[in-house]
């Protein structure tokens, strides 16, 4: 009696939690696919006739497809540049004995502190006066700031993972460092390295400040597309809703994949 | 046993990665440290001069400055309880055994607003704080709520957007924090006491204390950090009601031109964000 009631109890509580989470995803979906009159209604109404008009004028009269593909572009260069670096760096870390290797960690710490607003204002004036304003390739390397980090932190965390005794028996046969990360290390580390791919995706995709301070319309980013419908009066919320769902859509898939390993990224490995 | 290789090795492989950070993390900070020290007005360029620490002066003396930094803090005070407080509660009832798919649902729902865009999180509070077609406003029985407009409101619902979108993760952390009790010494406390507390207290506690701080140091940077969803949910407003740190440093660089007085502003955010960073790790991460 006393079990099922709390049985009861525990399913009505992680219905709840479920519903509180959604629910949002929910009503931004719903309202992307109301017409501007609809949308409007006081109070809202919850059964309507659904229309894709929204995701049609956004996408192609917008050109919002054009600012989800810069996005694309910059999250995929800036994570595969991130890897490039931070994959040799997070070996040396994990394997290397050296001086200056606490400082080292103690740096990608803060750098994963520091408010991104200290860095957008120098970057502002260097990128206008080297006439960088406006290209994807400030902001894939102004991103670096955060994925190299994070990328370093999550790929040192799986390197240390894999036994020494592996490296030992490749290095007698005279294989370089280099060979061993390469052909013995990373196909172990692979799982870490995807999990940082993901991530670094994830945060250069879901980022609005420097998109909206660096970019103008060549290269502009899809948040920033979706902040300037935010202008004026009459605000297009159907449409806004609509470019909301585009850009959320792509992280939700990845974080879901990710799932498993997105507790322990985030927290930078301080939970297994 | 570690390998024994040359510093050119090391160099080889950490090098590039350390120049690349040194490129776009510290060169511009450096850059900005100079710009503090001049007189810096966007909309007069020609008038760039050399006026030493006088910007930090103001900065220091500036209330504005100190009042966005104590609303951050105030922020982080409010939401950061109410996260660990709402997340150990999820986590505890997740943590209860049997309803496997119900609470692998669950747990998957979770993952989904910590990896939302930011900016769309502002963007739907727009949607769903409007005063008169909002949805809150009718689960709230017609209530006639003004959430934007009102300097204490728009600040209640920052809260609860900054709620919404990272208790899920603090569960999530502290659920993997109770993962790592041994059954066997979980089940024997359970057979010695009826009392969850008492459990919680004494048996989970010291499991969940590394999760705890990681979320205390995450928490506090990602406050000092918080810009995206604030830019465009109120842009600070109404008044300088919700500007925080990141939101002021913005508006006196970029719609103030003043980029001098924006510079020594970030410099000292700077050096706010590292001490608090030094104290963390020493008081907390000694293992490191």
Known sequence: MNTSRSLLWQIVLILVIIAVCVFPFYWMVTTSLKTQIVALEAPPVWLFEPTLQNYREALFEDAVLRTLINSLIIAVCTTALALLLGVPAAFALARFEFRGKKDLWFWFITNRMVSPIVLALPFFLIARSLNLLDKHITLILIYLTFNLPIVIWIVTDQFRGIPYDLDEAARLEGASQFTIMRKICLPLAMPGVAVSAIFSFIFSWNELMFGLILTRTEAKTAPAMAVSFMEGYNLPYGKIMATSTLIVIPVLIFALIASKQLVRGLTMGAVK | ?288
């Open chain 2, 1 to 288: 046993m570690r390998a024994q290789v040359s510093r050119r090795t090391i160099f080889a492989f950490i090098g590039p990665a350390v120049f690349g950070l040194a490129i776009v993390g510290i060169a511009p900070l450096l850059y900005a440290g100079w710009t503090s020290l001049h007189f810096f007005n966007l909309t007069k360029l020609k008038r760039i001069k050399f006026i030493g620490l006088e910007n930090y002066w103001s900065v220091l003396t500036d209330e504005v400055f100190w009042q966005a930094m104590g609303r951050t803090f105030f922020l982080l005070c409010t939401a950061l309880p109410l996260q660990i407080a709402l997340g150990l509660g999820i986590a505890l009832i997740l943590h209860k055994p049997g309803l496997g798919l119900l609470k692998t649902l669950a747990r998957l729902s979770l993952v989904l607003p910590m990896a939302t865009t930011y900016a769309v999180v502002g963007l739907l509070g727009q949607v769903m704080f409007n005063q008169k077609f909002g949805v809150v406003n009718q689960l709230m029985g017609g209530a006639n709520v003004n959430w934007i407009g009102d300097p204490t409101n728009a600040f209640a619902m920052i809260i609860f957007w900054d709620v919404w979108q990272w208790t899920p993760f603090v569960a999530l952390v502290l659920l993997a924090g109770l993962t790592m009790v041994p059954g066997e010494v979980e089940e024997a406390a359970r057979l010695e006491t009826k009392s969850w507390w008492v459990v919680l207290r004494h048996v989970q506690l010291p499991f969940l204390l590394p999760g705890l701080v990681a979320v205390l140091i995450l928490r506090t940077a990602d406050t000092l950090k918080l810009f995206d969803m604030v830019f465009t949910l109120t842009r600070g407003g109404p008044g300088s009601s919700t500007e925080f740190i990141s939101l002021m440093i913005q508006r006196v660089g970029f719609r103030g031109f003043d980029q001098g007085l924006a510079s020594a502003q970030a410099i000292i955010l700077l050096i706010i964000t590292i001490v608090l960073a030094q104290i963390y790790i020493r008081v907390f991460y000694k293992e490191v």
